[in-house]
């Protein structure tokens, strides 16, 4: 598995770095989101309630999103999104939950300011072969207006984590799905080694991306925002 260190990613609206721990505090000091939220609030309607939601996979805690959601939205768009950035592989199940895995199961059609009040930590499972599991904290709330029509704003979200070639330490870009599914080995490899690799069983070392889900199920990215 790679390396821990402190896990660090970007703001989306300034692109300042910015560690995991202090994303809350970046976010409400940036003068590129102050900007944004002024300008949404000159738009016409009616302000409602937007939730800080702070996303991370359950075990791989380098993963994580931090989103703003419209209260008016439903956890449909959330798993939509969430779908879209990290999971998507062969179009499996899916849940909501509160508290834990086997928790009571929260209805996709819910509405946001439903479901989440602060300290509200909702789980979501996709797919119950190979599961990917996330976490969903609402960490704060505000009222205003959401820049675009989109129910989903992301705030911020990690860097890439950083992983060292199997054989020579170098920065790695790819993975092994052999040395993964037959030794157990998280294989990753720097581009030039992923051609001399000598594993051939499962193709081509697949391109490392941003998602917790990579190398589960046949998952192979993009993990790119939606929008
Ligand atoms: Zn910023
Ligand atoms: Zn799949
Ligand atoms: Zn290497
Ligand atoms: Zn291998």
């Given at each position: 598995?790679?390396?821990?260190?402190?896990?660090?990613?970007?703001?989306?609206?300034?692109?300042?770095?910015?560690?995991?721990s202090?994303?809350?505090?970046?976010?409400?000091?940036?003068?590129?989101?102050?900007?944004?939220?002024?300008?949404?609030?000159?738009k016409?309607?009616a302000?409602?309630?937007?939730?800080?939601?702070r996303?991370?996979d359950?075990?791989?805690?380098?993963?994580?999103?931090?989103?703003?959601?419209?209260?008016?939205?439903t956890?449909?768009?959330?798993?939509?999104?969430?779908?879209?950035?990290?999971?998507?592989?062969?179009?499996?199940?899916?849940?909501?939950?509160?508290?834990?895995?086997?928790?009571?199961?929260?209805?996709?059609?819910?509405?946001?300011?439903?479901?989440?009040?602060?300290?509200?930590?909702?789980?979501?499972?996709?797919?119950?072969g190979?599961?990917?599991?996330?976490l969903?904290?609402?960490?704060?709330?505000?009222?205003?207006?959401?820049?675009?029509?989109?129910?989903?704003?992301?705030m911020a979200?990690?860097?890439?984590?950083?992983?060292?070639?199997i054989?020579?330490?170098?920065?790695?870009?790819?993975?092994?799905?052999?040395?993964?599914?037959?030794?157990?080995?998280?294989?990753?490899?720097?581009?030039?080694h992923?051609?001399?690799?000598?594993?051939?069983?499962?193709?081509d070392?697949?391109p490392?991306?941003?998602?917790?889900?990579?190398?589960?199920?046949?998952?192979?990215?993009?993990?790119?925002p939606?929008y």
């Amino acid at each position: 598995m790679p390396r821990r260190k402190p896990s660090r990613g970007k703001c989306a609206y300034c692109g300042k770095e910015i560690a995991k721990s202090a994303v809350s505090k970046h976010l409400s000091a940036c003068p590129d989101r102050r900007a944004t939220i002024e300008k949404a609030e000159e738009k016409k309607g009616a302000s409602e309630m937007l939730f800080h939601l702070r996303v991370q996979d359950a075990w791989r805690g380098e993963f994580w999103l931090d989103l703003e959601m419209r209260g008016s939205a439903t956890l449909k768009a959330l798993d939509d999104y969430l779908r879209a950035i990290w999971l998507e592989c062969c179009d499996h199940l899916s849940q909501f939950s509160i508290g834990a895995w086997r928790g009571a199961e929260i209805s996709k059609k819910r509405r946001v300011d439903e479901v989440f009040k602060e300290g509200i930590e909702l789980t979501h499972i996709y797919d119950f072969g190979t599961s990917s599991e996330t976490l969903i904290k609402a960490v704060g709330m505000r009222k205003g207006k959401l820049a675009g029509a989109r129910p989903i704003a992301l705030m911020a979200r990690n860097l890439m984590p950083e992983a060292q070639c199997i054989e020579c330490d170098q920065p790695a870009a790819r993975l092994c799905m052999e040395c993964l599914i037959e030794e157990e080995v998280w294989g990753v490899l720097r581009s030039k080694h992923a051609k001399t690799h000598p594993h051939s069983d499962y193709g081509d070392p697949i391109p490392l991306v941003n998602s917790p889900r990579l190398g589960m199920c046949g998952y192979e990215g993009p993990a790119e925002p939606p929008y």
